[in-house]
C-alpha cells in the first residue's frame, strides 16, 4: 500500500476525520456514530474548553485518495501537572486491518509526542480520562453504552504488535432490575433511616438551581476520585461544559446526591442510555431527520449507564452508595428500564467491584488502556 500520511489543518480534512468511522463500520449492526456537530467542535482548536491545556495533532493516513486510518496524538499539560509525569497519549484511533497503516499512523502520534519529550505513551484516550478512554477487548455482542468506546476486534493486535502492553484493565458491569437481592434491598432501606439519624440524606438534584448544584457536585467529584489511580480534576470550565452538555439528556431522577448539613459529601450520575436513538441517527447529522429520533424516541430508551459515582472518603463506610444503587434500580423499575451499565471500574478498585456484583452485577464489557515506554 502507498500510504500517505495527512496532517488535518483545514475543516475539510477535519471532516473526514470525524466521518472516518462511519465508512469503516459500515454494516457493523453495533456501531453507534458519534455526534458530528460534538466531535467537530471537540476537535476544532479554541472551542473546547480542555485545548486550554492541550496540545494535540489530528493525522489521516490515506491510501490512493480513500482514508483508511486516522489517530491524534495528544499532550494534556493539566495530566502531567497533576500525576508530575511526562505522559503523551494517542486517542481517536480507527484504522483497516493493516498494520503497515497502524504503525503508519501510532509512529506519526509518536514523532508528535517524541518533541514534548514524553517517556510513556498512554491510549487509547480521547483527551484525557475523563473522555472517552480505553480499547474495547470483550464484548463486542452489543452496542456501546452513551460515552462508551467502541473498536473493531483486530485493533488490539494491531496495539499490542506495535509493542504496547496493559496499563490498566476497566470494566463494566451489566445490572437487570429485577435481579437485586432483596436482602440487599432491606438493607438499603435500613441504612438510609440510619443515614436520616445522623444527619444525612439522599436526594435528587435540584434542576431549578442547576447551577449552584454543578458548583458543588464539581467538588465532589475532584475530591472523591483524587486518590483513584490516572484520575486528573477537571477544571471549571470542562465541568461546566460537560454539565452543559448532559443537561439535555438527563432524567434528574437519576442524579442524586448525599448532604449532611447543606454540604454535599456524595453524588452519582446516571444518565439514559441514547445510543439506542443515535444508533440509527445516520453520520452522526442531528439534521434534518435526526433530530427528531432525538426528541420523539426518548421514551423507548431500555437502558441506563451509571457514569459516576462517588462518595467523599470520610463517608465512604456509612453504606451511601449501596444506598444509591437500590433507588437507582427502584426508580429505573418504576420507568419501564430493563437494566444498565455500571461503567468504567477501575480492575483493581476492589470496594466498587465487590459492591457490584453483591448487588448481582456481572462484567459484560471489558477495556484496556495500553502504555508503551519512550527511549529518549
Not at 444503587?325 to 478498585?349: C, H, T
Request: hydrophobic content about 40%.
Amino acid at each position: 500500500m502507498a500510504v500517505k500520511l495527512l496532517t488535518v489543518r483545514t475543516k475539510k480534512d477535519l471532516k473526514k476525520f470525524v466521518d472516518f468511522p462511519h465508512d469503516l463500520f459500515e454494516g457493523d449492526p453495533n456501531y453507534v456514530p458519534e455526534l458530528f456537530i460534538a466531535q467537530r467542535d471537540m476537535l476544532t482548536r479554541g472551542k473546547h474548553p480542555s485545548h486550554e491545556h492541550l496540545d494535540f495533532e489530528l493525522f489521516l493516513a490515506v491510501d490512493n485518495g480513500k482514508i483508511c486510518g486516522r489517530i491524534a496524538g495528544i499532550y494534556n499539560k493539566n495530566h502531567n501537572k497533576v500525576t508530575g509525569n511526562q505522559d503523551g497519549f494517542f486517542g481517536f484511533f480507527d484504522v483497516v486491518d493493516d498494520y503497515h497503516v497502524a504503525k503508519k499512523l501510532l509512529d506519526a502520534a509518536g514523532d508528535f509526542l517524541s518533541n514534548k519529550n514524553v517517556t510513556n505513551i498512554i491510549g487509547p484516550v480521547d483527551f484525557s480520562t475523563n473522555d472517552p478512554a480505553g480499547l474495547l477487548i470483550e464484548g463486542f455482542e452489543e452496542p456501546p453504552q452513551i460515552m462508551m468506546t467502541y473498536a473493531k476486534p483486530y485493533y488490539q493486535k494491531l496495539i499490542e504488535n506495535y509493542g504496547f502492553h496493559k496499563q490498566m484493565d476497566l470494566l463494566a458491569y451489566w445490572f437487570n432490575i429485577d435481579t437485586i437481592p432483596k436482602r440487599v434491598v432491606a438493607l438499603a432501606e435500613s441504612i438510609e433511616q440510619r443515614l436520616k439519624r445522623n444527619g444525612v440524606t439522599i436526594r435528587t438534584i435540584n434542576m431549578k438551581d442547576f447551577k449552584n448544584e454543578v458548583i458543588k457536585i464539581k467538588e465532589i467529584y475532584n475530591q472523591a476520585w483524587d486518590k483513584n489511580w490516572g484520575f486528573v480534576p477537571m477544571t471549571d470550565a470542562e465541568f461546566d461544559y460537560v454539565a452543559k452538555d448532559m443537561k439535555l439528556a438527563m432524567d434528574k431522577d437519576f442524579v442524586l446526591v448525599a448532604e449532611k448539613e447543606g454540604k454535599l459529601v456524595g453524588f452519582t450520575l446516571t444518565m439514559p442510555n441514547i445510543n439506542e436513538i443515535l444508533i440509527d441517527v445516520k453520520r452522526g447529522r442531528l439534521l434534518p431527520t435526526g433530530i427528531f429520533k432525538l426528541l420523539f424516541n426518548k421514551s423507548k430508551i431500555t437502558s441506563l449507564r451509571v457514569i459516576t459515582l462517588g462518595v467523599l472518603e470520610e463517608y465512604r463506610t456509612l453504606g451511601i452508595e449501596v444506598c444509591f444503587y437500590v433507588s437507582l434500580m427502584k426508580k429505573a423499575k418504576e420507568k419501564g428500564y430493563r437494566g444498565g451499565e455500571a461503567s468504567w471500574i477501575l480492575e483493581n478498585n476492589e470496594m466498587m467491584n465487590r459492591g457490584l456484583l453483591n448487588i448481582n452485577s456481572k462484567v459484560s464489557k471489558k477495556y484496556r488502556l495500553y502504555q508503551k515506554e519512550v527511549n529518549i
